[in-house]
């Protein structure tokens, strides 16, 4: 079945702009994760959604950063006044319900934004 | 803080076994191990997990020891598609915490 889509793939941008990032996940996933990945770096943790609860936003590194997760479905991420040490791959990632089995479900990951800040 | 530490990198001959480490000293009793994968360019790949029992999948196998301080993932035979970097993830709850990995070569 479809995997996690994440649109738009690379997006260029200039100093001061907003972008908005987009994730579909996987259908039925009521768990969804935004990360960022900077060149040669390990995953940042920026933001979780799980179901109708408030967003785990302790990830988040300024004001500038926010999130939004339309019908428990679509979520967009959205940079404000964007900074040069935005640029990264951002990465979303959906999971099932907890089944009741060890541990935690598995995130699937999409294949990621590259945003890169002039 | 990602709560555990790994080699920054490791070779490996193909065909051989694959033994990546990780400490994570500081795990506690609800604390899920985990590993993914990252191939070049792509997002992570769920490989195994485990709590306290050895688990073993079709891709690897997981030991984590008595104490639960350490754990190692082995890739029984590994191939030169199995290059990428290897995150080892303490998960006591719905986010996972990256740190750096383990970037594994497999040579010819």
């Known amino acids: 079945g479809a995997g996690v889509s994440q649109s738009p793939s690379n997006k260029v941008t200039e100093k001061g702009k907003d972008v908005e990032l987009r994730c579909d996940p996987i259908?039925?996933?009521?768990?969804l994760y935004w990360y960022r990945q900077s060149l040669g770096q390990g995953l940042e943790f920026l933001i979780y959604f799980q179901g109708n609860s408030a967003p785990d936003k302790s990830g988040l590194p300024s004001d500038r950063f926010s999130a939004e997760r339309t019908g428990g479905s679509v979520s967009t991420l959205t940079i404000q006044r964007t900074q040069q040490e935005d640029s990264a791959v951002y990465l979303c990632?959906?999971?099932?319900?907890?089944?009741?089995?060890?541990?935690?479900?598995?995130?699937?990951f999409g294949p990621g934004t590259r945003l890169t800040v002039l | 803080d990602a709560k555990t530490t790994q080699p920054t990198s490791m070779d490996c001959a193909e065909g051989r076994a694959a033994n990546l480490p990780c400490n994570h000293s500081?795990?506690?009793?609800?604390?899920?191990v985990y590993w993914y994968r990252q191939i070049h360019s792509q997002g992570p790949q769920y490989i195994i997990h485990g709590l306290k029992n050895n688990e073993t999948n079709e891709m690897a196998s997981l030991i984590i020891t008595e104490d639960r301080k350490s754990s190692t993932l082995i890739l029984p035979h590994a191939t030169l598609r199995d290059t990428a970097v290897y995150y080892c993830i303490v998960r006591g709850n719905n986010d996972m915490r990256f740190g750096a990995g383990t970037r594994l070569t497999v040579k010819p």
């Open positions: 500081t795990i506690s009793g609800n604390e899920y």
């Open positions: 259908s039925g996933h009521t768990a």
């Open positions: 990632a959906s999971s099932s319900p907890r089944s009741g089995g060890g541990g935690y479900n598995e995130q699937f």
